[in-house]
């Protein structure tokens, strides 16, 4: 389930830059696209994480179809909560399964929207 991102409100959505101070390893260097930030917590993603797996790689590891312009295309890693699970971040307004972050940028998770954007090459 994708937390439905807030589209008013100072803080709904916003970037969080770490300082250089920052001690926690977990966020030290990160910027952190928050979604979420209400009364029942904070959700965001690390976006400035490249990892060294290419959509291609990992397409292949998953036994999914990768379109030619995404190929050499690099995962990052979002966490570090919920590292397990994939969040894709994605400018394709015909995916059905999304949530509108800011206009012209969505989040999307599960196989279905993952299969629908590396076939068509978003």
Same mark, same amino acid.
């Given at each position: 389930?994708?937390?439905?991102?807030?589209?008013?409100?100072?803080? @709904?959505?916003? $970037?969080?830059?770490? /300082?250089?101070?920052? &001690?926690? %390893?977990?966020?030290?260097?990160?910027?952190?696209?928050?979604?979420?930030?209400?009364?029942?917590?904070?959700?965001?993603?690390?976006?400035?994480?490249?990892?060294?797996?290419?959509?291609?790689?990992?397409?292949?590891?998953?036994?999914?179809?990768? @379109?030619?312009? $995404?190929?050499?295309? /690099?995962?990052?890693? &979002?966490? %570090?909560?919920?590292?397990?699970?994939?969040?894709?971040?994605?400018?394709?307004?015909?995916?059905?399964?999304?949530?509108?972050?800011?206009?012209?940028?969505?989040?999307?998770?599960?196989?279905?929207?993952?299969?629908?954007?590396?076939?068509?090459?978003?």
């Amino acid at each position: 389930m994708i937390p439905r991102v807030k589209e008013t409100g100072s803080h @709904h959505p916003m $970037l969080l830059i770490a /300082v250089p101070q920052m &001690g926690d %390893p977990n966020f030290s260097k990160t910027v952190v696209l928050i979604l979420q930030h209400d009364a029942e917590g904070a959700f965001g993603l690390v976006i400035n994480r490249p990892t060294e797996i290419t959509l291609d790689k990992f397409a292949e590891s998953q036994e999914l179809f990768c @379109h030619g312009d $995404l190929v050499e295309e /690099v995962v990052f890693r &979002g966490g %570090p909560v919920q590292a397990e699970r994939g969040w894709i971040l994605h400018a394709d307004a015909a995916v059905e399964e999304k949530q509108i972050v800011v206009p012209g940028l969505y989040v999307s998770t599960g196989t279905v929207a993952l299969e629908d954007l590396m076939e068509r090459g978003s």
